[in-house]
């Protein structure tokens, strides 16, 4: 390759634009699959049949489909959904947003397997701390917030991190549907300066960069976590 190869040949905004879609892609999935995946453990640990049911049911199915499969049902499921809906009530089309989409299915796909994150980590507490928390008279959201959490983070965090990691790298699947990320970009680049291996190099680079940084901020995590630990929050 020759020394305009060795450039971003103007598509430099593109490329910073699809990596900046790519990120909030990321991380609005990742809260969305925190909050289902909390949620979900606490069905599937729950003794009431009507709730422990369903999130096994969730979990299970999640994981035995692929991610693209997933992507394309949820997609193109809700859109279906949303024209019998506005037919019958007489409303104008809506298009469901491709990000909005993205998110969602992301954040659902995902979500069941950070139940299965939370579900381990719960039940790697000692049951006696909980115990201790309710004969010192605390209330259910300070034995949650002072004793559950901070010790299931410690179990849950190495999943987490790994989670988190695919997820970041499943959002290139969401540029099927639609959304400009950094692997749309770096197509779209390729294809215009007839050099898509450079480009789809440049992708990954980023990827490389976006996951480095990430493994640190787990580090961190992990180690405020493992406070106290012996031989873990060095």
């Known amino acids: ?3 305009q190869a060795l450039s971003l040949q103007g598509f430099g905004p593109l490329l910073a634009q699809g ?10 999935s990742l809260l969305l699959s925190l909050a289902l995946g909390l949620l979900g453990a606490t069905g599937k640990l729950s003794k009431v049949r009507v709730l422990r049911v369903p999130a096994t049911m969730y979990t299970t199915l999640i994981r035995s489909v692929p991610d693209l499969v997933l992507i394309l049902l949820i997609f193109y499921s809700l859109q279906l959904w949303l024209n019998d809906l506005t037919e019958l009530m007489g409303w104008d089309y ?4 491709p990000f909005n989409a993205g998110v969602m299915t992301l954040g659902f796909i995902y979500g069941a397997y950070f139940t299965e994150n939370f579900r381990g980590a719960i ?17 259910k959201a300070q034995r949650f917030r002072l004793v ?4 299931l983070m410690r179990f849950a965090l190495p999943g987490l991190g790994n989670n988190w990691l ?9 540029s099927i549907i639609g959304l400009s990320d950094l692997v749309k970009a770096a197509q779209n680049a390729g294809k215009t300066t007839n050099n898509t291996l450079y480009f789809l190099i440049l ?3 980023v990827y490389l960069v976006i996951t480095t940084l990430s ?4 580090k961190r995590l992990e180690r405020r976590y493992n406070i106290g630990i012996k031989g873990l929050a060095r």
Not at 124 to 135: F, I
Not at 166 to 174: F, I
């Open 94 to 97: 809506l298009e469901i947003d």
């Open 19 to 28: 990596t900046w879609m790519t990120l909030k892609l990321a991380m609005l």
């Open 123 to 139: 039940l790697s507490v000692p049951a006696g701390q909980l115990e201790a928390a309710t004969a010192y008279g605390l209330s």
């Open 203 to 205: 992708a990954a680079l």
């Open 215 to 218: 493994n640190q901020v787990f």
């Open 166 to 174: 695919v997820l970041l790298k499943s959002t290139a699947l969401v």
């Open 1 to 3: 390759m020759g020394l």
């Open 148 to 151: 559950l959490f901070p010790q």
